[in-house]
Nanobody, 120 residues
């Protein structure tokens, strides 16, 4: 059974950095688009960043553009999110996802999420 597992979340001070990783198992996702989403308490889940199957194209929400970087390693079946200059408003549960379509299409596979807390 295909599974995505996030890691790397935690507590960090504003201005700090974290790197989230998402490891896939059960199948290869090398031909899938991958994305990161987040959900803060009381808010809807929102798109953060996406990457196409080859890693040649990346997409970011305006709120994280210039601070976050998404990357992937198809040989290792992983996707990562480097987060710099973190702000308290980045606090959320972060989810990785994989989809058969483009980064803006619905995603079929989701991880369980990892908590990121940014203190002021």
């Amino acid at each position: 059974q295909a599974q995505l597992v996030e890691s790397g979340g935690g507590l960090v001070q504003a201005g700090g950095s974290l790197t989230l990783s998402c490891a896939a198992s059960g199948r290869t996702f090398s031909s899938y688009a991958k994305g990161w989403f987040r959900q803060a308490p009381g808010k809807e889940r929102e798109f953060v960043a996406g990457i196409n199957w080859s890693g040649g194209s990346t997409y970011y929400a305006d709120s994280v553009k210039g601070r976050f970087t998404i990357s992937r390693d198809n040989a290792k079946n992983t996707v990562s999110l480097q987060m710099n200059s973190l702000k308290p408003e980045d606090t959320a549960v972060y989810y990785c996802a994989a989809g058969r379509g483009s980064w803006y299409d619905p995603y079929q596979y989701w991880g369980q999420g990892t908590q990121v807390t940014v203190s002021s």
